[in-house]
Protein backbone atom coordinates (compact mmCIF):
# COMPACT_ATOMS: atom_id res chain seq x y z
CA UNK A 1 0.00 0.00 0.00
CA UNK A 2 1.39 3.47 -0.78
CA UNK A 3 1.19 6.13 2.05
CA UNK A 4 -1.81 7.61 -0.01
CA UNK A 5 -3.74 4.34 0.28
CA UNK A 6 -2.66 3.77 4.10
CA UNK A 7 -3.60 7.77 4.80
CA UNK A 8 -7.40 7.17 2.73
CA UNK A 9 -8.17 3.90 4.71
CA UNK A 10 -6.99 5.43 8.25
CA UNK A 11 -10.71 5.85 9.97
CA UNK A 12 -11.53 6.78 13.49
CA UNK A 13 -13.04 3.47 14.53
CA UNK A 14 -16.48 3.73 16.53
CA UNK A 15 -17.33 0.47 17.10
CA UNK A 16 -14.93 -2.80 17.77
CA UNK A 17 -15.91 -6.43 17.61
CA UNK A 18 -15.54 -6.75 21.30
CA UNK A 19 -11.97 -7.65 21.80
CA UNK A 20 -12.03 -9.16 18.34
CA UNK A 21 -8.58 -9.43 17.67
CA UNK A 22 -5.62 -11.04 19.34
CA UNK A 23 -2.88 -8.44 19.45
CA UNK A 24 0.12 -10.38 21.63
CA UNK A 25 2.96 -8.09 23.55
CA UNK A 26 5.38 -8.85 20.54
CA UNK A 27 3.28 -7.41 17.77
CA UNK A 28 2.31 -4.44 19.60
CA UNK A 29 5.61 -3.97 20.82
CA UNK A 30 6.62 -4.52 16.95
CA UNK A 31 4.65 -1.61 15.97
CA UNK A 32 5.54 0.61 18.28
CA UNK A 33 8.73 0.24 17.86
CA UNK A 34 8.41 0.89 14.17
CA UNK A 35 6.55 4.22 15.00
CA UNK A 36 9.91 5.13 16.81
CA UNK A 37 11.24 5.77 13.44
CA UNK A 38 9.09 9.50 13.78
CA UNK A 39 10.68 12.68 13.85
CA UNK A 40 12.13 13.60 17.14
CA UNK A 41 13.23 17.28 18.55
CA UNK A 42 17.13 16.64 19.45
CA UNK A 43 16.57 12.78 18.64
CA UNK A 44 15.34 13.21 22.76
CA UNK A 45 12.16 10.39 21.84
CA UNK A 46 10.43 11.60 24.64
CA UNK A 47 7.32 9.43 23.95
CA UNK A 48 6.57 6.33 26.38
CA UNK A 49 3.67 3.99 25.87
CA UNK A 50 1.63 2.10 28.50
CA UNK A 51 -0.18 -1.08 26.33
CA UNK A 52 -3.68 -2.25 28.24
CA UNK A 53 -4.51 -5.70 26.98
CA UNK A 54 -5.89 -7.09 30.18
CA UNK A 55 -9.61 -6.76 30.85
CA UNK A 56 -9.93 -5.71 33.53
CA UNK A 57 -7.28 -2.97 33.26
CA UNK A 58 -9.34 -1.42 30.07
CA UNK A 59 -12.39 -1.41 32.33
CA UNK A 60 -10.40 0.56 34.48
CA UNK A 61 -9.36 2.60 31.60
CA UNK A 62 -13.25 2.71 30.28
CA UNK A 63 -13.97 4.67 33.09
CA UNK A 64 -11.07 6.98 32.84
CA UNK A 65 -12.07 7.71 29.14
CA UNK A 66 -15.56 8.89 30.35
CA UNK A 67 -16.90 5.62 29.53
CA UNK A 68 -16.37 5.57 25.77
CA UNK A 69 -17.57 2.16 24.72
CA UNK A 70 -14.64 1.15 22.25
CA UNK A 71 -12.03 1.80 25.19
CA UNK A 72 -13.22 -2.05 26.62
CA UNK A 73 -13.97 -3.20 23.42
CA UNK A 74 -10.79 -2.53 21.74
CA UNK A 75 -8.31 -5.24 21.59
CA UNK A 76 -5.45 -2.89 22.84
CA UNK A 77 -5.36 0.76 23.96
CA UNK A 78 -2.09 2.46 23.91
CA UNK A 79 -1.70 5.46 26.43
CA UNK A 80 1.01 7.53 24.39
CA UNK A 81 2.58 9.96 26.87
CA UNK A 82 5.16 12.80 26.18
CA UNK A 83 8.14 13.51 28.82
CA UNK A 84 8.24 16.88 29.83
CA UNK A 85 11.49 17.05 30.98
CA UNK A 86 13.68 14.82 28.31
CA UNK A 87 16.29 17.36 28.71
CA UNK A 88 17.51 15.59 31.27
CA UNK A 89 18.66 13.11 28.84
CA UNK A 90 20.88 15.12 26.89
CA UNK A 91 24.12 14.07 28.18
CA UNK A 92 23.47 10.56 27.81
CA UNK A 93 21.88 11.19 24.05
CA UNK A 94 25.05 13.09 22.96
CA UNK A 95 27.49 10.52 24.33
CA UNK A 96 25.24 7.73 22.20
CA UNK A 97 24.95 9.87 19.44
CA UNK A 98 28.82 10.22 19.24
CA UNK A 99 29.31 6.54 19.96
CA UNK A 100 26.80 5.89 16.92
CA UNK A 101 29.05 7.93 15.25
CA UNK A 102 26.34 10.58 14.14
CA UNK A 103 27.96 13.05 16.12
CA UNK A 104 31.70 13.86 16.95
CA UNK A 105 32.44 15.24 20.39
CA UNK A 106 32.17 18.90 19.76
CA UNK A 107 29.08 18.83 17.84
CA UNK A 108 27.62 16.74 20.88
CA UNK A 109 28.81 19.13 22.82
CA UNK A 110 26.87 21.67 20.78
CA UNK A 111 23.89 19.79 20.97
CA UNK A 112 24.19 19.42 25.06
CA UNK A 113 24.13 23.16 25.86
CA UNK A 114 21.49 23.91 22.71
CA UNK A 115 18.86 21.57 24.08
CA UNK A 116 19.51 23.21 27.82
CA UNK A 117 19.21 26.50 25.94
CA UNK A 118 15.52 25.53 24.53
CA UNK A 119 14.12 24.10 27.39
CA UNK A 120 15.51 25.51 30.48
CA UNK A 121 12.75 27.58 32.27
CA UNK A 122 10.64 27.23 29.07
CA UNK A 123 7.38 25.82 30.14
CA UNK A 124 6.25 26.00 26.59
CA UNK A 125 8.90 24.64 25.10
CA UNK A 126 8.30 21.66 27.40
CA UNK A 127 4.78 20.94 26.91
CA UNK A 128 5.33 21.00 23.09
CA UNK A 129 8.05 18.56 23.53
CA UNK A 130 5.34 16.26 25.79
CA UNK A 131 3.15 16.82 23.04
CA UNK A 132 4.49 16.93 19.52
CA UNK A 133 6.94 13.91 19.24
CA UNK A 134 4.74 11.53 20.97
CA UNK A 135 1.55 12.83 18.38
CA UNK A 136 3.83 11.86 15.48
CA UNK A 137 4.55 8.60 16.78
CA UNK A 138 0.93 8.15 17.59
CA UNK A 139 0.21 8.74 13.78
CA UNK A 140 2.53 6.31 12.86
CA UNK A 141 1.24 3.31 15.06
CA UNK A 142 -1.97 3.97 13.88
CA UNK A 143 -0.66 4.36 9.83
CA UNK A 144 0.98 1.11 10.84
CA UNK A 145 -1.96 -0.77 12.08
CA UNK A 146 -4.27 0.44 9.56
CA UNK A 147 -1.40 -1.28 6.80
CA UNK A 148 -1.90 -4.57 9.01
CA UNK A 149 -5.61 -4.15 8.74
CA UNK A 150 -5.94 -3.38 12.33
CA UNK A 151 -8.90 -0.76 13.60
CA UNK A 152 -7.89 2.37 15.23
CA UNK A 153 -9.39 5.40 16.89
CA UNK A 154 -7.47 8.05 18.56
CA UNK A 155 -9.05 9.19 22.01
CA UNK A 156 -8.55 12.24 23.69
CA UNK A 157 -10.94 12.88 25.80
CA UNK A 158 -10.39 11.44 28.96
CA UNK A 159 -9.66 12.47 33.14
CA UNK A 160 -6.08 13.15 32.64
CA UNK A 161 -5.88 12.91 36.89
CA UNK A 162 -7.66 10.04 36.73
CA UNK A 163 -5.55 8.27 33.85
CA UNK A 164 -2.53 9.09 36.09
CA UNK A 165 -3.33 7.74 39.18
CA UNK A 166 -5.30 4.44 37.81
CA UNK A 167 -1.74 3.73 35.54
CA UNK A 168 0.33 4.87 37.88
CA UNK A 169 2.04 7.50 35.64
CA UNK A 170 4.46 10.29 37.27
CA UNK A 171 4.15 14.29 36.75
CA UNK A 172 6.98 14.61 34.58
CA UNK A 173 4.38 12.59 31.87
CA UNK A 174 1.78 14.11 29.93
CA UNK A 175 -1.06 11.59 28.81
CA UNK A 176 -1.10 12.86 25.14
CA UNK A 177 -3.44 10.66 23.72
CA UNK A 178 -4.91 6.86 23.87
CA UNK A 179 -4.80 4.71 20.17
CA UNK A 180 -7.54 1.96 20.71
CA UNK A 181 -6.53 -0.85 18.59
CA UNK A 182 -9.08 -3.64 17.27
CA UNK A 183 -11.40 -5.19 14.92
CA UNK A 184 -13.97 -3.05 13.40
CA UNK A 185 -17.79 -4.03 13.98
CA UNK A 186 -18.63 -6.25 11.23
CA UNK A 187 -22.22 -5.29 11.47
CA UNK A 188 -21.11 -1.29 11.04
CA UNK A 189 -20.08 -0.07 7.98
CA UNK A 190 -17.60 2.93 8.62
CA UNK A 191 -19.44 6.02 7.93
CA UNK A 192 -18.54 8.64 5.42
CA UNK A 193 -15.67 10.51 6.09
CA UNK A 194 -16.35 13.93 7.73
CA UNK A 195 -15.64 16.63 4.96
CA UNK A 196 -11.87 17.94 5.56
CA UNK A 197 -11.41 21.29 4.71
CA UNK A 198 -9.85 22.40 1.19
CA UNK A 199 -6.70 23.49 0.58
CA UNK A 200 -7.80 26.73 -0.48
CA UNK A 201 -9.31 27.24 3.26
CA UNK A 202 -6.59 25.75 4.98
CA UNK A 203 -3.10 26.90 3.30
CA UNK A 204 -1.51 30.46 3.16
CA UNK A 205 1.06 31.08 1.12
CA UNK A 206 4.62 32.71 2.48
CA UNK A 207 2.39 33.85 5.32
CA UNK A 208 -1.14 34.63 6.71
CA UNK A 209 -1.56 38.07 5.85
CA UNK A 210 -2.60 38.59 9.42
CA UNK A 211 -6.23 38.76 8.82
CA UNK A 212 -8.80 36.34 10.23
CA UNK A 213 -11.78 34.87 8.62
C1 LIG B 1 -6.66 14.73 19.32
C2 LIG B 1 -7.83 13.85 18.95
C3 LIG B 1 -8.69 13.42 19.94
C4 LIG B 1 -9.77 12.59 19.60
N1 LIG B 1 -10.55 12.11 20.61
C5 LIG B 1 -11.54 11.24 20.32
C6 LIG B 1 -12.30 10.65 21.37
O1 LIG B 1 -12.10 10.92 22.56
N2 LIG B 1 -13.27 9.78 21.02
C7 LIG B 1 -13.53 9.45 19.72
O2 LIG B 1 -14.42 8.65 19.46
N3 LIG B 1 -12.80 9.97 18.70
C8 LIG B 1 -11.83 10.86 18.97
N4 LIG B 1 -11.04 11.37 17.96
C9 LIG B 1 -11.31 10.96 16.57
C10 LIG B 1 -11.97 12.08 15.75
O3 LIG B 1 -13.30 12.21 16.14
C11 LIG B 1 -11.81 11.74 14.25
O4 LIG B 1 -10.43 11.74 13.93
C12 LIG B 1 -12.54 12.73 13.35
O5 LIG B 1 -13.92 12.65 13.54
C13 LIG B 1 -12.23 12.47 11.88
O6 LIG B 1 -12.58 11.15 11.53
P1 LIG B 1 -11.51 10.15 10.87
O7 LIG B 1 -10.39 10.01 11.86
O8 LIG B 1 -12.25 8.87 10.65
O9 LIG B 1 -11.05 10.76 9.59
C14 LIG B 1 -9.98 12.21 18.26
C15 LIG B 1 -9.11 12.67 17.26
C16 LIG B 1 -8.04 13.46 17.60
C17 LIG B 1 -7.08 13.90 16.51
Wanted: aromatic letters at 8%; proline letters at 6%.
Amino acid sequence: MTVLQVLKRRRSIQRFENEGLLLTREMIEEMIGDACLAPSDFNLQPWRFVVVRDRERKEILYDCAYKQEKVRTASAVVIVCGDAFADRRAEAEAAEAVKAGALDEMEAARMVEAIHRSFEGNDVARFAMAVRDPAFAAMALMLLATERGIGTTPIGRFDDKALRRAFSIPDRYFPVLLVALGLPALDAPVPPRGRRMPPSDVVFHEGMGGAEP
